[in-house]
């Protein structure tokens, strides 16, 4: 069994259409998007819909969960733009997702809000060991989020804690970033987790984000996506 693990698409469509493309070529059997479908970028539309549509599993992140609960009154352009029925289905998301692999326990989640302060692989060990049981006590054996932007692996004496890197808002290099992980689907067996990083048209994100100026701190945004800096 082969599983996409993406997120943080972040309203970037020609970063959302390379990934396309690739999964087009790894085939994977599953997709899971981990959070933050929207914000930031200009073609939230576009990344919704293609989440939607192509993923099996879709879980909230803190961009979703504050345009769909309208929290920040500067986001007004993203309710403009997405309508009621999207911010509606955005703020039901759910918070996780569990599954079995090889016989692994795997949790996987956005970051924040599971995360009070967001939590990175360079963390302290006992900061990072502590997702490795949920809320209700249960123990797993893989830990996979996103919302950090930047791929990374860590080994824990819990397991594997893991970031699946953003697709449309990537830290470090600004590519487009995603994991596949890959295993039997029962009983226990070989257990394999790889990044993958893309190039794709940044030139063209550039310009969608230059021709839509009103959204809040999209200079931000631009300067994220051209050198893979936060700016914020």
């Not at 009070?116 to 249960?138: N, P």
């Not at 995603?178 to 070989?190: K, T, V, W």
Request: with cysteine; proline share 5%; charged share 25%.
């Amino acid at each position: 069994m082969r599983i996409a693990l993406i997120a943080d698409l972040h309203g970037n469509w020609p970063a959302t259409q390379a990934l396309e493309r690739d999964l087009a070529m790894q085939n994977p059997d599953r997709i899971i998007c981990l959070g933050d479908l929207v914000g930031k970028g200009p073609s939230n539309v576009l990344t919704y819909e293609w989440v939607m549509a192509h993923c099996h599993v879709v879980l909230g992140g803190n961009w979703d969960y504050g345009l769909g609960e309208k929290r920040f009154p500067m986001d007004g352009f993203y309710w403009q733009q997405l309508g009621e029925a999207r911010l509606e289905r955005l703020r039901n998301l759910p918070r996780e997702h569990h599954l079995n692999v090889s016989g692994r326990q795997i949790r996987l989640f956005h970051g924040r809000p599971v995360m009070e302060d967001l939590v990175t692989i360079r963390h302290d060990s006992q900061a990072i060991q502590a997702f490795f049981q949920g809320e209700d006590g249960r123990r797993f054996d893989v830990v996979g989020y996103g919302d950090a932007h930047r791929q990374g692996l860590r080994t824990m004496n819990p397991g594997l804690f893991f970031n699946c890197g953003s697709v449309g808002n990537a830290l470090g290099e600004p590519r487009c970033c995603y994991a596949l992980m890959e295993g039997e689907e029962r009983g226990s067996g070989p257990f394999e987790l790889r990044f993958r990083s893309l190039d794709y048209d940044r030139r063209q994100a550039v310009l969608d984000a230059e021709n839509t100026p009103e959204i809040p701190r999209i200079d931000r945004y631009i300067i994220e996506i051209q050198t893979g800096v936060y700016s914020r």
